[in-house]
């Protein structure tokens, strides 16, 4: 399950999504606004068995953000090691937030939320979502519609999200999916305590002046 809080008012769609509330054990997942986050992480803090995660998330629109894909970049307090977040969640907040980046094994359970899957799909499955129900008759319009909202008139059709939508071929050697350059895989993750809950998180949600143009090879 997947809610906004009662801060999040109807401006929220243009606002960068950087908290979720998480509690694994009902599997039910709350966005939060980092005012929200400011209230909460003293409360946390102070639980001995804390059932909630705080986990801090930006939406990947470049490939060197996604780190924050796996929803483990910066969780209070940590997960347990059999605790993974699930696809769903993954592909909902992903969406919601407007992401443009994803990982290779994220192609077919995306595809299948969307109702995209093909024969021809050659990653590798993961968590099952068929049990999930399509969120409009049209997913992948509306899809196209909101990330274009959501990314502020971005070109987003040379993304691995634009390809999705556009049927159009990806398979694990295409350049969107080949390993980042070593100066980024060092990510650290923010301190909470330095009270950047209000600010943008690793210059995510900047204006996306660094967004990297993938060449195409399947034109």
Same mark, same amino acid.
């Given at each position: 399950?997947?809610?906004?809080?009662?801060?999040?008012?109807?401006?929220?769609?243009?606002?960068?999504?950087? /908290?979720?509330?998480?509690? +694994?054990?009902?599997?039910?997942?709350?966005?939060?606004?980092?005012?929200?986050?400011?209230?909460?992480?003293?409360?946390?803090?102070?639980?001995?068995?804390?059932?909630?995660?705080?986990?801090?998330? &930006?939406?990947?629109? =470049?490939?060197?953000?996604?780190?924050? @894909?796996?929803?483990?970049?910066?969780?209070?307090?940590?997960?347990?090691?059999?605790? =993974?977040? +699930?696809?769903?969640?993954?592909? #909902?907040?992903?969406?919601?937030?407007?992401?443009?980046?994803?990982?290779?094994?994220?192609?077919?359970?995306?595809?299948?939320?969307?109702?995209?899957?093909?024969? %021809?799909?050659?990653?590798? +499955? $993961? @968590?099952?979502? #068929?049990?999930?129900? &399509?969120? =409009?008759?049209? +997913?992948?319009?509306?899809?196209?519609? /909101?990330? =274009?909202?959501?990314?502020?008139?971005?070109?987003?059709?040379?993304?691995?999200?634009?390809?999705?939508?556009?049927?159009?071929?990806?398979? #694990?050697?295409?350049?969107?999916?080949?390993?980042?350059?070593?100066?980024? #895989?060092?990510?650290?993750?923010?301190?909470?305590?330095? $009270?950047? %809950?209000?600010?943008?998180?690793?210059?995510?949600?900047?204006?996306?002046?660094?967004?990297?143009?993938? /060449?195409?090879?399947?034109?």
């Amino acid at each position: 399950m997947f809610f906004l809080s009662d801060g999040a008012d109807q401006r929220l769609p243009q606002r960068p999504v950087e /908290w979720i509330l998480w509690n +694994p054990w009902n599997q039910t997942a709350l966005i939060i606004i980092p005012e929200e986050a400011e209230l909460l992480i003293p409360v946390i803090r102070a639980e001995r068995q804390p059932k909630v995660h705080l986990i801090a998330y &930006a939406a990947p629109f =470049t490939k060197n953000m996604l780190h924050f @894909n796996g929803l483990s970049y910066y969780v209070l307090p940590s997960l347990p090691n059999s605790c =993974t977040a +699930p696809d769903w969640l993954s592909i #909902e907040l992903g969406i919601f937030a407007g992401r443009l980046y994803i990982d290779f094994t994220e192609c077919v359970p995306l595809k299948k939320y969307l109702r995209l899957v093909d024969k %021809t799909d050659t990653g590798p +499955p $993961r @968590n099952s979502i #068929e049990q999930l129900g &399509a969120f =409009t008759k049209d +997913p992948v319009s509306f899809l196209l519609e /909101w990330l =274009t909202l959501r990314r502020k008139g971005q070109d987003i059709m040379h993304t691995p999200m634009g390809y999705i939508c556009q049927g159009r071929p990806l398979d #694990e050697s295409h350049p969107f999916f080949i390993a980042r350059r070593a100066d980024d #895989e060092d990510v650290v993750a923010p301190s909470v305590g330095d $009270r950047r %809950t209000n600010g943008n998180i690793d210059g995510a949600e900047d204006g996306g002046t660094d967004l990297e143009d993938e /060449w195409d090879t399947t034109d």
